[in-house]
């Protein structure tokens, strides 16, 4: 039997629910079975992973990233300030829905047909062709001639081209988010040995595990860092643009840390332990690119970025631009490499 990191219950790996390290909505393929119970998976899924998915709902659409047991990426539905609600299915496709169509005729005082149609223009035809039905099985005249009566006449068609040109944002999903990705580190180190398993459970990271189970102790266990590692580039080169990055290191001052990246686009820095663990154990890591769904834990380079990391502190958002316009830089390769060739005005945050 094996205990669950998070609430220390007991189970068997044969019949526990295999839990990813990190997010199947992120192209996760890799799983553990012995660190986490099913009840914490599902219960855990629901609650931190969701959030930290739902944020990067849009960016998956656009690049019709699939997950990582091949699942499609997720449809976006959204209603306006115009009050149409519209579908965007993977790839920034449109599918929408008018809140109000428009489909009726009427007469006025001197006995004149007045038609009015208002609806999306992908619609309009049919619109017209029941009307038309409707009017030819109350009045007579056959459709047909009830439909070239009305070809010419003036409809209000709707286009959602300028949903395509909205403003994208990204959004980790706050301290929930930041929960899901501290248990991504959490496993990976305590996947990669049975002195890594011990030491995940043990009191040195307690603080780390309560954060992850139940939102507590969250205080300076994680920071944003808007930094841009010089080894980046040639991640990029060979994971894609949008690859996501975890790292668990020992820091010579602060102890035992991870460093991520999520998409490429925002790197966070979280506290697992005050305490080091052995040096022959770490630095472990896991990288991925969600454009084909593979992974990797052997990369060269990692001990430079580790060093490159531990050498420059946290760096806060301010007048340094360097952060954004390396990710609109990725968003052009990311655009490239999928085929998306989509032209929206960037605005990330």
Known sequence: MESCLFCASQFDPKTNKPEHVLLNAFGGKV??????????????????DRPLAEGFEFLRNMFILKKGDGQSPPTIVDRSDDGRQRRLKPGLVVNSRTADPVSRYFYDKEGNRHIEIKGHENAIPSMKSKLAEEIASKEGPSKEEILASIEDIEVIQTSEQEYIEKTMSFDSGGIEGMRSLMKSAILLFARQSPATRLFAASPFMEHARKFVSDGSEEQDLWWYDHHIPPQIPQLSELFGPLFNLFVVFNHP???????????????MRLQLSNKKFPRRHVPVHLVSNPIDRTWSENVDGID?????????????????????RHMEHMIMEANQITGSNIQINRKIV
Do not use: F, H, Q
């Open 253 to 267: 001052k602060r102890g035992l840390m991870a460093y991520i990246r999520t998409y490429n686009i925002g790197a």
């Open 304 to 324: 430079d970025l580790v060093n490159w990391v531990i050498a420059n502190g946290p760096n806060p958002p301010g007048e340094d631009k360097t952060a954004t």
């Open 31 to 48: 799983t553990v079975s012995n660190l986490i119970c099913s009840d914490c998976n599902g219960r855990l899924g629901g609650e931190i």
